[in-house]
């Protein structure tokens, strides 16, 4: 019992970062309908910003997170300027290998100016770990858990309640009325990848504390997990990435204490597949039947 | 007929001409070690990328997990050659692995070519990743080590005549009534099933061929690298696998030639910038695309059928 | 009195709280030419699409009449249907856009021309032979309906009419015996409408089928169809023939509202 209430705690911290990253691929697919390979490298990115804004200007962890989002936020408008935009009305595949190419020039741009090594990131928080009820439960984990949960809320209050998050769902539902009822596309899309790419720094930074190593191809797989958790969820759908993300979290530290790790993610991709079998557009999403 | 037998035996004269001058290259050295190498991976990459194309581009469905049937085919292959090292042992090991990618396809299609687009490509995807994560897993495989000293039983004259079959078949294959019942479910899928069309079956016959194609690249490639790793087959190798279809233009096969040939001897070029290398690749695919979006050619064909007809009328106009 | 050919007896569709067809009967006869009126949204489309199956019907039966008895359609696929003999058009035109005139066509022969695995691959005499005679065929629908010149083009290229006119001909192409053309005439002008309508006769009367047409609006069919039905808010409204049902107070109200 105990064991599995650890794991759970353990999963729970871990899905926080899959769901962060999340919301970022399913704000992205849901507005322009692409699969934003780059995302987790965007991840990346905010991992070695807080890296070196601790190291060489000695921020604390707060003001590391908040210009670590604002530099990802940053990050993903130019590139969604350079690279996706010329590409709105193209097929989509080609958009997604534009995107996977960004993804390449992403990793080895990083490791060609900084070396491919791994490297410890600084401990800018001691972590204390707190026994309760014979659970283990570290500050760190506290922390990843309590703020993911604070942006996620945040994230949806922003889509919900302001003027710009109404823009973005009306975009990802019909972009050519939204224009006509005078949403700026452009703007409505660049501001979703600046939400989308901030929300990816916060979970670089957060990881960097977590795992206290990052690497310039630390993006790739959890860049892919969280896909995966965005699709369980029902792509498109902002409860359903987080949903998802802690899914896949608690999935794999439970896969891993009983003893098959090897087979970890394979369990990921079996219940994606049979997820998708039985609701063919994931948890939240809406199966949209073609008219006759 | 006399245009088709004229058109066929144009592209016959094009395959012999192409081997005798590679023969004639390798027999006076202008082709190292280096440069063989590259050949044989571009031929690998036409087999692996007709068949990917031929489950994008004319079946219109978005399969992610090509890899996964080539770890097949390089698996059978390593394993079953060990013991068998001999040409017929090198053959008898791409059938078997063919036929094992064949069952996978059944396996993986049958339930997941219900899904749609992307859905489709993560869960193909998350099945090549399932193949590959047993590879790992098993003792026959051995495990992450991989295979070595796989013995060396295809040259590149083994794959350059694979190459020319595998595309033959799939072109044949494109150029029938099972291709075009192929490319009806692309179009609409409704409208085809109006027709009386099977989409279910076609879909999974695209599926299947493209995967038994991609056994055989698996299979040269075990046998000309003579070492193979589960991490040779991951979600990356399938993402390749990937850029060759859409770089070269979903749905023409001529395409996936072109940009077969181009990334190869790209590659090639960029081995001598070292660690710029791959900044230089993604540079040059995130230009393309942006300025090529329906890749270098589009959904055109090479066929001399049509240059024959050109011509003719060309000649005639004329007098 | 001819012999039936389809029945389908007392179709139930609902989606969600919605019953788009409620109760419907309807049938159809050997060489009939009949008519489906009724306002927009009254549940014609949706009736063709569970005689059709792309569908599926909530409740009732759905017989095909062949030479070898009476055969259920219910729970079956629509290319199962389309190869019992039952062809279709769509209200908003969906052919193989990218593909050529001829390839439209040829894709509708599908079932009717067996080329095997092997020989296809292979290229054997036997696959030359089967193309051949497809492709022949396929001349033929195309002359007939005067699309010879645009047979190598994309069908995205043809003009709006001749589209509508191509989707007839593949339909026609898998041999049905049972041809349903969903509003036809949709946003053609009144000539190109009688023209249409000629032809639509005419296909019945050469190609020995029974053709059951669509339309909401009445005036065009009555001078064409042998028999009409009326749907109204998903329920059979009348039926009967078109002097018949130009009487029928309770078509009139229909179309015309109370005051009428």
């Known amino acids: ?292 | 007929m006399k245009a088709r037998l004229r058109a066929n035996l144009t592209w016959l004269a094009l395959m012999v001409l192409g081997f005798v001058v590679i023969d004639s290259c390798e027999f006076t050295g202008l082709i190292n070690t280096f440069i063989e190498n590259m050949l044989v991976t571009i031929g690998i990459n036409v087999i692996l990328a007709t068949g990917l194309n031929l489950i994008i581009g004319f079946s219109g469905q978005f399969s992610l997990g090509h890899a996964g049937f080539m770890a097949i085919g390089a698996y059978a292959t390593g394993i079953i050659t060990q013991t068998m090292a001999t040409p017929a042992g090198f053959f008898i090991s791409m059938v078997v692995g063919m036929l094992i990618a064949i069952v996978a396809a059944l396996i993986v299609g049958i339930p997941t070519l219900r899904l749609r687009g992307d859905y489709l490509a993560i869960a193909t995807m998350g099945a090549a990743e399932i193949i590959r994560l047993l590879i790992n897993n098993l003792k026959i495989t051995n495990g992450a080590a991989g295979l070595f000293n796989i013995p060396a039983l295809a040259s590149w004259a083994t794959v350059y005549v694979l190459m020319c079959l595998t595309t033959i078949v799939t072109v044949n294959f494109i150029h029938s009534r099972s291709g075009r019942a192929i490319m009806a479910v692309r179009e609409d899928e409704i409208a085809a099933e109006a027709m009386g069309i099977n989409t279910t079956r076609w879909k999974l016959a695209a599926f299947v061929f493209g995967a038994a194609t991609a056994a055989i690249g698996g299979s040269l490639h075990a046998a000309y690298i003579q070492t193979i790793a589960p991490s040779d087959f991951n979600i990356m190798a399938s993402i390749a696998i990937l850029i060759v279809v859409v770089l070269g233009g979903v749905g023409s096969m001529t395409g996936t030639f072109v940009a077969a040939v181009g990334l190869g001897a790209l590659d090639t070029i960029l081995q001598n910038f070292g660690t710029l290398r791959m900044i230089i690749y993604s540079l040059a695919l995130i230009l393309i695309m942006i300025f090529k979006p329906s890749g270098l050619l589009g959904t055109w064909e090479l066929s001399f059928r049509r240059l024959n007809r050109h011509h003719l009328k060309e000649v005639t106009n004329h007098e | 009195m001819s012999s039936p050919l389809l029945t389908a007896t007392q179709l139930v569709k609902n989606f969600g709280g919605l019953t788009a067809v409620a109760n419907v009967s309807v049938h159809f006869d050997q060489n009939e030419l009949i008519g489906l009126i009724g306002p927009n949204g009254a549940g014609k489309t949706t009736l063709f699409n569970l005689l059709t199956g792309v569908t599926p019907v909530s409740s009732g039966t759905i017989s095909l009449y062949t030479d070898h008895g009476v055969q259920t359609l219910n729970g079956k696929k629509p290319a199962q249907i389309a190869q019992a003999g039952l062809s279709r058009t769509f209200q908003n035109i969906r052919l193989f856009k990218a593909l050529s005139v001829r390839d439209n066509v040829r894709i509708a022969m599908t079932n009717h021309y067996h080329e095997s695995f092997y020989s296809c691959l292979l290229r054997t005499p036997h696959f030359y032979r089967t193309e051949a005679a497809m492709t022949a065929a396929t001349q033929k629908l195309l002359a007939l309906f005067d699309l010879t010149a645009v047979a190598d083009q994309p069908a995205k290229n043809l003009p709006y009419g001749v589209q509508r006119r191509l989707e007839i001909v593949r339909a026609l192409a898998t041999k049905p015996k049972l041809l349903f053309l969903d509003e036809p005439a949709a946003g053609m002008n009144p000539e190109e409408t009688a023209d249409l309508t000629r032809l639509i006769r005419q296909i019945q009367q050469d190609f020995h089928i029974t053709v059951v047409l669509i339309e909401h609006d009445m005036s065009l069919v009555m001078n064409v169809v042998e028999r009409l039905y009326v749907l109204e808010h998903g329920a059979l409204l009348a039926e009967g023939t078109p002097s018949e049902i130009q009487k029928n107070p309770a078509v009139i109200k229909a179309y015309l509202g109370d005051d009428a």
Not at chain 1, 140 to 165: D, H, N, P, V, Y
Not at chain 1, 213 to 234: Q, W
Not at chain 1, 242 to 250: E, R
């Open chain 1, 1 to 292: 019992m105990q064991t599995i209430g650890q794991q759970f705690i353990n999963g729970l911290s871990l899905g926080s970062i899959y769901a962060l990253l999340a919301l970022g691929y399913t704000m992205v697919y849901g507005i322009i309908k692409l699969i934003n390979f780059a995302h987790g490298d965007i991840y990346m990115l905010g991992a070695f910003w807080g890296y070196y804004v601790i190291n060489q200007l000695h921020f604390n962890f707060i003001l590391a997170m908040l210009s670590a989002m604002l530099f990802c936020a940053l990050v993903g408008v130019v590139i969604e300027y350079f690279a996706y935009r010329p590409l709105r009305h193209s097929p989509r595949i080609t958009a997604l290998i534009t995107a996977i190419g960004v993804s390449f020039l992403l990793e080895n741009g990083m490791s060609y100016l900084f070396t491919a090594n791994t490297r410890s990131f600084p401990q800018v928080i001691k972590t204390v770990t707190y026994h309760v009820a014979g659970l283990r439960i570290s500050n760190i984990q506290l922390l990843i858990l309590g703020s993911a949960c604070f942006l996620m809320l945040l994230l949806e209050l922003i889509i919900k309640r302001t003027k710009m998050g109404k823009a973005m769902r009306a975009v990802a539902v019909d972009p050519t009325a939204a224009q006509l009822v005078g949403i700026n596309l452009n703007h409505t899309i660049s501001f979703t990848f600046a939400l989308g790419s901030a929300m990816a720094g916060a979970a670089g930074v957060l990881i960097g504390l977590y795992y206290n190593s990052i690497d310039p191809l630390m993006g790739m797989t959890p860049g892919i997990k969280a896909f995966v958790a965005a699709v369980i969820g029902g792509i498109g759908s902002i409860p359903g990435a987080s949903l998802g993300g802690f899914i896949i979290g608690i999935l794999e530290t439970g896969v891993q204490a009983i003893g098959l790790s090897a087979y970890k993610d394979a369990v990921v991709y079996f219940v994606l597949i049979v997820i998708l079998l039985v609701m063919p557009a994931g948890i939240f999403g809406k199966h949209t039947k073609e008219k006759v």
